[in-house]
């Protein structure tokens, strides 16, 4: 039987149409998924970079002054930067990416130290050393006066802050609950009980000592006499002594308190002051026949009178 050629041709077309469409429609091999085939990026957008610290400047100031901290990827949000002076935890006050702002801080301990900057899990510390810079005392406000005394101390570099006591008078260290604090202007009183003489004042931070350009003398009132010894209320006795005025501004009293028991305190009305004499009026509420001391006070000086002053009728 012969066969025709067209016929053989179609019946071989179909032969090679099942066979392709049998490989297409086959299942993957099992265990082995299809392959994804993904276009490389450059970089990956979630996960931020690493920041750099390369520098601070200046690398040498005083408390309370700004230093910049230069570097990458530090970042606009000052509170997510953590910085340090040593162990010392600095307020950071701005950031921009490639600098941060920081104040050197009051509590710094130490006159020289690293400077560590942590950004999340970054923690970075400077190659070279933060100095602190002494304190400059340039004046106080008063060269002399008595116990008691407000003094100012105006300069920079001063610590803004109780925490420490930075400030010395003689050999005595005011404490910082008992001074008002500033980075340019520090305030305290003249200790009590110091006697007559000249005391240098020194500011100490860190270690770093500034020394007053003048010594502050200290006066100390004394009664030397007064008359009469005995008056009427209201009436005028005079008080003769030494230092009896302070010379910055008016502020001496006068009391009288009951001789014997060292009660009963009244004060008195004053009118002219010297340095070496007091005019006073007799309080009107003494009792009469009863005897009394005078009492002197200038600032937070006191002296007494030895002699009794009688109160008559």
Known sequence: MKIQAPIIIIYL??????????KKDAPPESGKPTPTVTTPT????????????????PQTAFIGDTITITGQHLGTD????????????????????????????????????????????????????????APIIQSISYTSG?????????????????????????????TGASTGAGHIELTFNVPDGLLSGK???????????????????????SITSFTPHSAKRNATIVINGINLKNPN???????????????DLKSAYIGIVTSTSIEAFVPDNLRAGATYRIIVSVVGSTVKTTEAFTCIN
């Open 78 to 133: 000052s509170t997510a930067l953590s910085i340090k002076f040593g162990t010392v935890q600095a307020k950071v006050i701005s950031a921009a990416e490639t600098s941060a702002k920081v104040i050197v801080p009051d509590d710094i301990d130490q006159p020289s130290a690293k400077i560590t900057l942590t950004s999340g899990t970054t923690e970075i510390t400077s190659a070279m050393n933060f100095h602190l810079k």
């Open 249 to 263: 501004r008016d502020n001496t009293r006068v009391s009288f308190i009951d001789f014997k028991t060292g009660v």
């Open 146 to 174: 008595f116990a008691g005394q407000l003094l100012f101390i105006y300069g920079k570099g001063f610590r803004n802050t109780n925490h420490f006591s930075q400030i010395s008078f003689g050999n005595i260290i005011i």
């Open 13 to 22: 077309i179909f032969i090679t149409l099942f066979v392709a469409c049998s």
């Open 42 to 57: 450059l970089g990956n957008p979630s996960v931020p970079p690493i920041p750099l610290f390369t520098d601070f400047s």
């Open 199 to 221: 005391y240098p004042i020194t500011i100490t931070i860190a270690g770093l000592t500034a020394i007053a350009p003048q010594e502050f003398e200290i006066f100390v009132p």
